[in-house]
C-alpha cells in the first residue's frame, strides 16, 4: 500500500497471465482498494477464480463509482455464463455494458476497437454486429488478418459459404502473402 496506485495496478496487470485460484483470493481485498486504478486492474487477476466466485467478487464492481471500473468489471461478466442476475446487478451490468459500448465508439475510428466490437458480437451472439465490426476493422486496415479470417468463419458457420468464398478471396487479393489467409 506504500507504493503507488499506478505501480501496483502494473504489478497486477503483469499478473493477470499466472492468475490461479489462490492468487485470484489472495489479491481479492485489492477489488475494494481506494485507488481506481488497482481496482480495474485487480478484476482480471479474478479470472483465475472459479467462475461462482469470480461473479460473486465482481458484482458490486459493477456499480463502482468509477468508469474504468465498471468496464473492466462488465467486460468480465462477458466470459462468465451467468443465465440471470438480481435486477439491481443486470441494470448495472447493463450500464456498465453501455459505458463500454460509448468508450469503444469514442475510438471506433481505430481498427483495434472496431475488432474488440467485432469480439462483443461474437460473445453476446449477435453475428451481424460482429460482422459489421470486422468489416470496418479490415476497410480502416486491410492489413488485419484475424479480421478477415473471422468473417470468413461467422459466415461459414452462418452456412454462407459463397459470402465466405468471396470474403476469403478479397482477403488474400489484400494480402496476397499471407500465409495465415
Given at each position: 500500500?506504500?507504493?503507488?496506485?499506478?505501480?501496483?495496478?502494473?504489478?497486477?496487470?503483469?499478473?493477470?497471465?499466472?492468475?490461479?485460484?489462490?492468487?485470484?483470493?489472495?489479491?481479492?481485498?485489492?477489488?475494494?482498494?481506494?485507488?481506481?486504478?488497482?481496482?480495474?486492474?485487480?478484476?482480471?487477476?479474478?479470472?483465475?477464480?472459479?467462475?461462482?466466485?469470480?461473479?460473486?467478487?465482481?458484482?458490486?464492481?459493477?456499480?463502482?463509482?468509477?468508469?474504468?471500473?465498471?468496464?473492466?468489471?462488465?467486460?468480465?461478466?462477458?466470459?462468465?455464463?451467468?443465465?440471470?442476475?438480481?435486477?439491481?446487478?443486470?441494470?448495472?451490468?447493463?450500464?456498465?455494458?453501455?459505458?463500454?459500448?460509448?468508450?469503444?465508439?469514442?475510438?471506433?475510428?481505430?481498427?483495434?476497437?472496431?475488432?474488440?466490437?467485432?469480439?462483443?458480437?461474437?460473445?453476446?451472439?449477435?453475428?451481424?454486429v460482429a460482422l459489421r465490426?470486422?468489416?470496418?476493422?479490415?476497410?480502416?486496415?486491410?492489413?488485419?488478418?484475424?479480421?478477415?479470417?473471422?468473417?470468413?468463419?461467422?459466415?461459414?458457420?452462418?452456412?454462407?459459404?459463397?459470402?465466405?468464398?468471396?470474403?476469403?478471396?478479397?482477403?488474400?487479393?489484400?494480402?496476397?502473402?499471407?500465409?495465415?489467409?
Open positions: 500500500t506504500e507504493m503507488p496506485g499506478i505501480v501496483r495496478a502494473t504489478a497486477l496487470e503483469m499478473l493477470n497471465r499466472e492468475a490461479t485460484p489462490a492468487l485470484a483470493t489472495r489479491l481479492e481485498p485489492l477489488l475494494q482498494d481506494t485507488d481506481p486504478m488497482v481496482r480495474a486492474a485487480a478484476v482480471s487477476v479474478q479470472r483465475g477464480a472459479p467462475n461462482i466466485e469470480r461473479s460473486q467478487r465482481l458484482i458490486e464492481l459493477l456499480g463502482d463509482p468509477v468508469k474504468t471500473v465498471r468496464i473492466a468489471a462488465a467486460r468480465e461478466f462477458l466470459s462468465l455464463p451467468i443465465a440471470r442476475l438480481p435486477d439491481r446487478y443486470a441494470r448495472d451490468l447493463n450500464a456498465a455494458m453501455g459505458d463500454w459500448q460509448r468508450s469503444l465508439v469514442a475510438k471506433a475510428d481505430f481498427p483495434e476497437a472496431q475488432i474488440v466490437m467485432g469480439g462483443i458480437g461474437l460473445t453476446t451472439r449477435r453475428m451481424d465490426a470486422f468489416r470496418e476493422a479490415v476497410t480502416l486496415d486491410p492489413q488485419l488478418e484475424q479480421a478477415w479470417v473471422m468473417q470468413v468463419r461467422i459466415h461459414a458457420a452462418l452456412g454462407d459459404v459463397e459470402t465466405a468464398r468471396s470474403v476469403a478471396d478479397e482477403a488474400m487479393d489484400a494480402n496476397p502473402e499471407s500465409i495465415e489467409l
